[in-house]
């Protein structure tokens, strides 16, 4: 590894210093002399802030020589959860990672990969991926080049080129639009593709599926990945196999939900029944409603929906592998409510919020009972856990 990066921190009793200090106040730390005159505090907390991160987001870091870059690069990261999910859909020979960042993603999309290559424009940050990757014995090329540079400069084909675009701009705000990324995807698709039999891009969970469908040719798949039923992101596939379909994946990792898979279209087919509450409630996970196959939802599994604009559903008799909460409940009338009692509140379709619900009812969070204030066609209802 580059003396630039990590020596210094990777000196014993610096590492020491990180380990013993893991659960200490980091603004306080940061007021503090360095007690290493060849590493700054600075360093220090962003190796702790590091292992702090790493601990709930991708655990299989916590190894002995590992180095963490700065915060932003660490947000940017997938989980583990997350990049797990994506290597289990590809193989082949070629791997390519174009945005590598802190390699994360590249770490498990290239395990089932003969030849592989991380292209990152921050050297400092590539040299951390590249000492990271020699303590857990994964090799690779490690290319320190500007993204446009290297595809200016290639001659070789790649069996899946994978892509994570930069969604800050140059004030560091939020983007989300292809054009607005770094790199621009509408810019590059054509040569993307032109090299590539497969070209995986994670964009944003907040981006438009219809608006991706309008602007990126030759998309044969697309996966939206909840994790514990908060979607972190939305990952295209550009082949040109099946450009007459888009197949779509509604999937909720760390949970028991089923993959929910539909074809890019079918929702505008689709009707649902509408019915007033029966036994069982359903309420689809994250995944489903980023998706927006309201109607679809209901006709694959035969439920009932409450409202329009509810995404409640409903059925009589219990319909299993829903990809999202069942749960058995009554309507109630609002005096029926009494103060203290414990529940978890939901509001879909309802003027009011959770904590105005709480405070209007004197109502604790918690506990394994729901209570649900959402409006039907007939108007607005409460359903209680039986």
């Not at 020491?16 to 503090?32: V, W």
């Not at 969970?205 to 998309?219: A, F, G, N, R």
């Not at 040109?240 to 505008?268: A, P, W």
């Amino acid at each position: 590894m580059a003396e630039s990066v990590g020596n210094k921190l990777l000196n014993k009793d610096v590492q020491n210093y990180i380990n013993a200090n893991l659960k200490t106040d980091l603004h306080s730390l940061l007021l503090k002399k360095s007690p290493f005159p060849e590493v700054s505090m600075h360093e220090i907390v962003q190796q702790i802030k590091g292992k702090q991160v790493a601990e709930r987001k991708f655990p299989f870091l916590l190894k002995e020589g590992i180095l963490f870059p700065p915060q932003l690069n660490l947000e940017q990261s997938s989980s583990e959860k997350t990049a797990l999910y994506k290597s289990e859909i590809l193989k082949g020979k070629t791997f390519i990672d174009l945005t590598s960042g802190f390699g994360i993603d590249a770490f498990y999309l290239s395990q089932n990969f003969e030849n592989v290559t991380l292209i990152e424009q921050n050297t400092e940050l590539l040299e951390i991926v590249e000492n990271n990757w020699g303590i857990l014995h994964r090799k690779a090329k490690f290319i320190n080049l500007k993204l446009e540079d290297f595809l200016n400069e290639n001659q070789e084909h790649f069996d899946v080129i994978y892509l994570d675009p930069a969604r800050r701009d140059e004030k560091k705000n939020k983007v989300f639009l292809l054009e607005d990324l770094s790199p621009d995807i509408l810019e590059i698709q054509e040569k993307l593709c032109s090299i590539s039999d497969l070209v995986v891009i994670k964009l944003s969970p907040l981006i438009d599926l219809k608006y991706l469908v309008s602007v990126l040719s030759d998309i044969s798949r697309m996966d939206i990945i909840a994790l514990k039923n908060d979607v972190k992101e939305v990952v295209v596939f550009l082949s040109n196999e099946n450009r007459d379909k888009i197949i779509c994946n509604c999937v909720n990792l760390e949970s028991n939900d089923s993959v929910f898979s539909f074809t890019f279209g079918e929702e505008e087919t689709a009707q649902s029944e509408y019915s007033e509450p029966e036994r069982y409630i359903y309420i689809p996970n994250h995944s489903i409603l980023k998706a927006g196959v309201f109607n679809l939802i209901s006709q694959k599994f035969g439920l009932k929906k409450l409202h329009p604009n509810s995404h409640i559903y409903t059925s009589s008799e219990r319909i299993e592998n829903f990809p999202g909460r069942i749960l058995e409940m009554e309507s109630v009338d609002s005096k029926s409510i009494k103060k203290k009692e414990q529940f978890n509140i939901i509001t879909k379709n309802y003027p009011q919020k959770p904590e105005e619900i709480k405070k209007k009812y004197g109502l604790k969070d918690g506990g394994d009972r729901y209570l649900i204030f959402t409006q039907s066609k007939k108007g607005k209802i409460i359903l209680k856990s039986v």
